[in-house]
């Protein structure tokens, strides 16, 4: 729980200095859950595990071919070779095999980790500003690139449309807001022009028309104060 804004936002490492996803602001080192660190262990325990499951691989069926070649010469006409190259080929293709798919999981939880931890970053910021996002403003402090956090977002919102929206601002921008966190408590935003839908990208004309009345609807009650004071 970060002191100074409430929220159980996930920390963000820069150097030594720890900060917090949702207002920026320092935090103890572990704190809380890391975007940086989380997943890593598994990535790089994967990564080892399936270097030692190439190796375990070429190197025992390398060893296995060369010892059954080496006692087929010296036992001619004989099934030396095979009884001795096959148990060593069949034990470093069983450990080697078994190593490639052990660490293949390990780098998949450790993505899934990573991914989890930059999720709920997003929604603590969300939470935190109580307005739509953009890309450069979630790729700022999750330390992303905005081409990688766009496709992070745009992949939520396909995963769930219920909860992450996409709609195109009032100069062109990508918005994606937040169901129940950027619209709440009362909170206006400006009204945006398209409403898009993440797996097509087409804009949603509906949303075009809701924005039309709604600026006619504002202007109207603008104006109806101004009649009123030519009245008196």
Not at 82 to 94: D, E, Q
Not at 148 to 171: I, M
Request: charged share 20%; hydrophobic share 45%; proline share 6%.
């Amino acid at each position: 729980m970060c002191p100074h804004c409430g929220k159980n936002a996930p920390v963000i490492h820069r150097g030594l200095a720890a900060y917090c996803t949702a207002c920026g602001r320092e935090r103890l080192p572990f704190a809380g859950k890391s975007v940086s660190l989380a997943g890593k262990p598994s990535r790089v325990g994967g990564a080892v595990a399936g270097a030692l499951g190439w190796l375990v691989l070429i190197g025992g069926i390398g060893l296995a071919l060369l010892l059954g070649l080496v006692a087929a010469a010296l036992f001619p006409g004989s099934i030396a070779g095979l009884a001795i190259g096959l148990p060593i080929g069949f034990v470093a293709l069983t450990l080697g095999v078994l190593l490639l798919i052990s660490g293949r999981k390990l780098s998949r939880s450790g993505v899934k980790a990573s991914r989890d931890a930059q999720i709920q970053a997003i929604f603590s910021l969300a939470s935190h500003r109580r307005r739509p996002l953009t890309a450069q403003e979630v790729g700022v402090v999750l330390d992303l690139p905005s081409s990688e956090a766009d496709t992070l977002l745009t992949e939520l919102a396909k995963e769930r449309p219920d909860d992450v929206g996409v709609e195109l601002g009032e100069h062109g921008e990508l918005l994606y807001t937040f169901s129940g966190i950027t619209g709440a408590a009362g909170v206006r935003f400006p009204q945006p022009s398209l409403r898009i839908d993440p797996g097509h990208g087409a804009a949603d004309p509906a949303a075009r028309v809701f924005a039309e009345e709604f600026d006619e609807e504002e202007a109207g009650a603008s104006r109806a104060p101004r009649r009123r004071e030519r009245l008196r």
